[in-house]
């Protein structure tokens, strides 16, 4: 007859095995957020989104209008993301890649970001209640808000290629900067990005 401590100690060595066959070996690894996130399927990530909205960023503000508005104005322009629609069949968190967007324009310097229209709301909501609560001094006043003199909007494509064990993620991000006057588009351009994902390394590499 088994003996209660050896029948306790079975039961928990078959619990044990049984956690660590659950688990299947796999691990969770805290990152830095300076640390690059591995690319482990090929497809759309945050590394993809900081690298085209910056490259795009430099883009726009190195073309010509950027300087030709310069001198016109005698300031910096003003900009607004509009819509950017996401075309491909992955899940883009559009809203992300518009902030990172937004983050390259600020650090860049050289345009002035608005608000966006729902940002913009709640600002009024708050304006709207120091009317009536905050000092005459201290109170924002109506009427001082800034307006864009450009909107960015554009699209995120995508192509997808695979055979056998070798697949191709081909990402192209278009945009286009329009004059919020006279709807003239004042710049155009592109960032594309392709990734490979297989067994073996491409050619070339």
């Known amino acids: 007859m088994m003996k209660n401590g ?3 100690l ?25 640390d ?10 945050s590394v993809d989104s900081e690298q085209v909205s910056e490259a795009l960023e430099y883009q726009i503000t190195e073309a010509a209008w950027w300087e030709d508005f310069r001198s016109a104005n005698g300031r910096s322009p003003y900009l607004i993301i509009g819509s950017i629609y996401n075309k ?12 990172d967007f937004e983050r390259a324009f600020i650090n860049g310097g050289k345009v ?13 909501t708050e304006r709207a209640d120091q009317q009536e609560h905050a000092s005459e ?18 699209e995120i494509n995508q192509i997808y290629d ?11 991000v278009d945009c286009y900067l329009v004059d919020l006057e006279d709807n003239v588009k004042v710049w155009a351009g592109y960032e594309r990005i392709k990734k490979f994902a297989g067994s073996k390394a491409p050619k070339g590499y």
């Open 6 to 8: 050896n029948r306790i």
């Open 10 to 34: 079975m039961v928990l060595t078959l619990v044990a095995l049984l956690s660590a066959a659950g688990c299947g070996g796999r691990q969770v690894y805290r990152m830095d957020e300076e």
């Open 36 to 45: 690059q996130a591995p690319d482990l399927s090929g497809r759309w990530n």
């Open 88 to 99: 491909t069949s992955d899940h883009i968190p559009v809203k992300t890649f518009i902030s």
């Open 112 to 124: 002035r970001m608005v608000a966006s229209p729902e940002e913009r709301e709640a600002i009024r």
């Open 137 to 154: 001094a201290t109170m924002s006043r109506w009427g001082r808000e800034h307006g864009a003199d450009y909107m960015l909007i554009g």
């Open 162 to 172: 695979a055979a056998d064990d070798a697949e191709v993620f081909y990402y192209q």
